[in-house]
């Protein structure tokens, strides 16, 4: 059941998504005043008494949406930020790959919050497939058709099975496993045996 909207300090109603802004708004507001007053001042080396107020410096760990949606809000109120990253690009969980010869995206997978979402609008507007949390998922061919769901279904079941497989034979038999060996060399060997076809194996894979 959703809440009914409250108002912000002005009296206006705003829903979920509305109230999240305001309430982010009033947090770097306050992250900014602190910062303010916590900054270091240091007397002018030219005139004794004279104090100068350093710019606030903050340091954002990951360049994913949160990161990089958080240094935007930040450098609007402008304060300093450095961005610290792990990888050799930005986007976190968003990223595509080319390793079947296409790009697929990888991620996200999760769209919280559907009322005033932008990434919902995303979806809409590419007509991308998606199913609410602890539904069955899609499964789609290597050119980005939708599978029927009982083929789906039998190639989701498969696949996890795999997985679970593997992840047992990891623990049983990890001081035999060479280093080299992967989940992906599981998958080859486990699907050589199998009944399936070769599109469905490559869709598997």
């Known amino acids: ?9 002005n009296g206006n109603r705003v829903n979920k998504a509305g109230r999240m802004q305001v309430e982010l708004a009033k947090f770097f507001d306050d992250v ?19 104090i100068s107020k350093q710019t606030p410096h903050v ?7 949160t ?6 809000i930040l450098t ?5 930020v450095t ?3 792990g990888r050799d690009r ?30 919902v609008d995303i979806a809409r507007e590419t007509q991308t497939v998606v199913s609410p949390t602890g539904e069955r998922g899609y499964f789609v061919d290597e050119i980005g058709q939708v599978m029927p769901e009982d083929k789906a279904n039998r190639l989701s079941d498969i696949t996890w099975q795999i997985i679970t497989d593997a992840i047992d034979h990891s623990k049983e038999n990890s001081d035999q496993i060479a280093p080299t060996e992967s989940l992906e060399d599981c998958f080859h060997k486990r699907l050589i045996k199998s009944y399936l076809d070769l599109d469905e194996r490559k869709i598997v894979l």
């Open 1 to 9: 059941m959703e809440r009914s909207p409250r108002s912000d300090q």
């Open 32 to 50: 900014k005043s602190t910062l303010d007053k916590a900054s270091v001042q240091s007397q002018n080396a030219t005139g004794a008494g004279r």
């Open 59 to 65: 340091c954002i760990i990951g360049a994913g949406i």
């Open 67 to 72: 990161g990089l949606g958080c240094a935007d």
């Open 76 to 80: 609007q109120h402008n304060i300093k």
């Open 83 to 85: 961005i610290l990253e």
């Open 90 to 119: 930005i986007g976190g969980r968003v990223s595509q790959s080319n390793h079947l010869a296409h790009l697929v995206d990888m991620g996200p997978n999760w769209i919280h919050g559907t009322r005033d979402n932008p990434i």
